[in-house]
């Protein structure tokens, strides 16, 4: 059985501008844990300067709290960083790259554009958050179709399918990653879209920021598009979650 957890592994203000979450999820099974982005880390919040840097620091307003790491999100769970198997990245910013370092034995799964992309110096990426050389897993383009979409099988050692879903555009290897739950999905569209209203408005005030901060507007635009059918076509079917949105967190989940 699966059990699903929502977790809010950090916080991003810079005024003007709403809060921003960092919405990972945590997918329990009796094989281990998985975590669908790190949030920000440990590492992040002792050396932050070192780390990530100044002027991206301010820029996105990030907030360093170790309890409102993914470790500390486990901890209080019951579970220990060791127990994490496996880490799904959706892409590689520094405000979901963080805590790769807080499970260095997990292996980590990304794309393979997204991958070459770090290692071409994209200068998004922050290179000191992997200086502890993560065990990456690779993933290419596969003929697997879902919801006529591409998708990218991740085989994690349990029944429940766990795809990647290639968003391309806000970076070169951005992905979604879906979840299967009996007959329906659970899609995290990672910053597919920052804000749930996105889905519905193309001139929400957000659209300016992510359009600045894709790697490829044209690629994110579509991707977007692509959400926007997903949620008229199959809105029993496939749950849709971003990861900046606070308001798209269950009750009860660990935000706070």
Same mark, same amino acid.
């Given at each position: ?13 810079? /005024? !003007?501008? !709403? ?5 990972? $999820? ?10 669908? %982005? ?19 620091? %301010? ?5 360093? %709290? ?10 209080? $769970? ?15 910013? /520094? ?9 260095? %034995? ?16 994209? *200068? ?9 050389? !993560? ?5 290419? /383009?596969?003929?697997? *179709?879902?919801?006529? $979409? ?13 795809? $990647? ?39 929400? *005030? ?28 199959? !809105? ?14 269950? /009750? ?5």
């Amino acid at each position: 059985m699966l059990n699903v957890h929502h977790l809010n592994c950090g916080t991003l203000h810079a /005024p !003007p501008s !709403p809060r921003a979450s960092c919405h990972c $999820l945590l997918l329990e099974h009796e094989t281990g844990l998985v975590l669908v %982005d790190s949030g920000i880390g440990v590492q992040d919040c002792r050396r932050p300067e070192a780390r990530i840097g100044r002027e991206v620091i %301010d820029a996105a307003g990030f907030h360093f %709290d170790e309890t409102d790491t993914a470790v500390g999100r486990l901890r209080a $769970l019951g579970f220990r960083a060791d127990d994490v198997r496996h880490v799904v990245l959706t892409h590689a910013d /520094p405000d979901h790259a963080g805590g790769l370092a807080d499970f260095p %034995d997990a292996e980590v799964h990304v794309s393979a554009e997204e991958h070459a992309n770090i290692l071409g110096g994209n *200068p998004r990426y922050a290179p000191a958050q992997f200086d502890h050389a !993560p065990r990456w897993k690779l993933h290419g /383009p596969a003929a697997n *179709p879902w919801f006529g $979409l591409e998708a990218r099988r991740l085989g994690l050692g349990f029944a429940t399918e766990v795809l $990647l879903v290639p968003l391309f555009g806000h970076t070169l290897g951005h992905c979604g990653v879906a979840v299967g739950l009996g007959d329906r999905w659970l899609l995290h569209v990672g910053d597919a879209y920052y804000l749930r209203a996105e889905l519905a408005d193309d001139g929400h *005030p957000v659209s300016t920021l992510a359009a600045m901060r894709a790697d490829d507007d044209v690629q994110r635009r579509a991707s977007l598009q692509s959400l926007r059918r997903l949620a008229q076509e199959h !809105p029993g079917r496939i749950e849709m979650l971003g990861y900046h949105d606070f308001g798209e967190f269950p /009750p009860g989940a660990a935000i706070d």
